[in-house]
C-alpha cells in the first residue's frame, strides 16, 4: 500500500526566509500529487495540483517540485509571512478521484 | 456557492450512542468523501460515492459504521454503537468528476465520545 511521509512534523522558520516542506512516497507514483493548506479547527483548503510530467508548478509566492525518480515532492514558500503558519497536507491521487493524504507539517513563521 | 456544509460542528456523546454526521456537497460535485482526522493517524477516508453509490468503503473501521447518499445533496456518516475510540474530527468532502479534480472540504464536525 502506498505510503506517505512528510518529514518535519513541525517546522519553525523566521519571517522573511523561504520555507521548504518535504513530501516522500513509496510504492507506486501517483498520476498527480496536490498540496493542501489547513488551519486549526477547519477543513483542509486546496493549494496546488502538480502533475506527474511536470517538474515545478507555482502559484504566487508557492513553488511545487515533483520528482518521480526521487519519488519526492518539494513544497516551498517564500518570503514567508507570519499568516502562512498552518499544516501543510500533502496528497497523492490513487486514481479515480481518491487521495491518500499525509499526516501534514505543521509549520509557523515567526515574526 | 455556500461550500460543504456539515452538521453538527460539534457532537459530545456518551459510549453507546448513536452518532449520525450530516453533509450536504457542493452542488453539481459528483464525488462524496468521508474523512477521520486524528492526531495519531492524520486524514483517514472512510468512504467516498461517485453519483451517490458508494464506491470504496474499504476505510470503514468496522461494522459500527456505515453510511448512506440518498440523493445528490445529502450524505450521513453513522456510528452506531458509538465508543471513545471514535472520538476525531470527521470532514466530508466533495469533487467533480472528469479529472484531478480538488476536493473541497467542509468545516468538519468533531465528535467526542466520553
Known amino acids: 500500500s502506498q505510503k506517505i511521509e512528510q518529514n518535519s512534523e513541525a517546522l519553525n522558520i523566521q519571517e522573511g526566509k523561504t520555507a521548504t516542506l518535504t513530501c516522500n512516497y513509496t510504492?507506486?507514483?501517483?498520476?498527480?500529487l496536490q498540496w493542501y493548506r489547513q488551519d486549526p479547527g477547519r477543513g483542509p483548503v486546496f493549494l496546488l495540483l502538480i502533475r506527474e510530467n511536470e517538474k515545478e508548478k507555482r502559484k504566487e509566492r508557492l513553488k511545487v517540485t515533483f520528482d518521480t525518480t526521487l519519488k519526492q515532492s518539494l513544497f516551498h514558500i517564500t518570503a514567508s509571512q507570519p499568516a502562512d503558519s498552518a499544516t501543510y497536507l500533502c496528497?497523492?491521487?490513487?486514481?479515480?478521484?481518491?487521495?491518500?493524504f499525509g499526516t501534514g507539517t505543521r509549520l509557523t513563521v515567526i515574526p | 456557492d455556500a461550500g460543504v456544509i456539515q452538521s453538527p460542528r460539534h457532537e459530545v456523546t456518551e459510549m453507546g450512542q448513536e452518532v449520525t454526521l450530516r453533509c450536504k456537497p457542493i452542488?453539481?460535485?459528483?464525488?462524496l468523501f468521508w474523512y477521520r482526522q486524528t492526531m495519531m493517524r492524520g486524514l483517514e477516508l472512510l468512504i467516498y460515492?461517485?453519483?451517490?453509490?458508494?464506491?470504496?468503503d474499504s476505510g470503514m473501521p468496522e461494522d459500527r459504521f456505515s453510511a448512506k447518499m440518498p440523493n445528490a445533496s445529502f450524505s450521513t456518516l453513522k456510528i452506531q454503537p458509538s465508543e471513545p475510540r471514535d472520538s476525531a474530527v470527521y470532514f466530508c468532502?466533495?469533487?467533480?468528476?472528469?479529472?484531478?479534480?480538488?476536493?473541497?472540504f467542509g468545516p468538519g464536525t468533531r465528535l467526542l465520545v466520553l
Open positions: 452542488s453539481g460535485h459528483d464525488y
Open positions: 468532502a466533495s469533487s467533480n468528476a472528469g479529472g484531478p479534480e480538488t476536493q473541497y
Open positions: 460515492f461517485n453519483n451517490n453509490v458508494p464506491i470504496d
Open positions: 496528497a497523492l491521487e490513487t486514481g479515480a478521484n481518491n487521495l491518500f
Open positions: 510504492n507506486y507514483s501517483p498520476a498527480y
